[in-house]
């Protein structure tokens, strides 16, 4: 009898392994995710990835400290960097836009996620991800077109 309890528990413990480990590989996976669905959206409005586009890249920082020293390793890989004190409501800390030129395809972007999301916590920040002028999110059904950033009705 006590057999068959150790290999319920045996059995019981590998499932939850198991759970765990899809768990986690979805996880990881999220941002990757993100950065094709952008590029998918990226390529339906009509953006090209033959020619290399201005990319703008978000972080949150804690402190103009960690802004710095981030703001450095960014212009290092190339990056025109800005940063200020984030002044919206609820926001604290510093905003921290980063520009380079890229051509867009999925492998480039999540790439540069992946590397800008270690770099960011790093310097004790968040990664907010990237866009790019003109192109927006695609509406949920994914039939309907959201209007560029800078276009008023």
């Known amino acids: 009898m006590i057999v068959v309890y150790l290999f319920l528990g045996a059995g ?10 899809v768990v986690r590989r979805h996880q990881r996976n999220r941002g990757d995710d993100w950065d094709a669905q952008l590029v998918r959206n990226y390529r339906a409005q009509g953006g090209q990835g033959f020619e290399p586009v201005n990319i703008d890249f978000f972080f949150g920082l804690p402190d103009e400290a960690g802004c710095g020293a981030l703001a450095t390793a960014l212009r290092a890989d ?18 921290l836009r980063a520009r380079k030129p890229l051509r867009v395809s999925v492998d480039t972007m999540q790439d540069h996620s992946r590397r800008y999301r270690s770099l960011a916590v790093q310097n004790g920040g968040s990664y907010d991800g990237w866009a790019t002028e003109g ?13 560029p950033r800078g276009i008023k009705r």
């Open 12 to 21: 019981a413990f590998l499932a939850l392994l198991r759970v765990f480990m």
């Open 135 to 147: 192109v927006t999110k695609m509406a949920e059904d994914g039939t309907q077109r959201l209007r």
């Open 78 to 95: 190339g990056c025109e960097v800005d940063y200020k004190l984030a002044t919206s409501e609820g926001a604290s800390g510093y905003s």
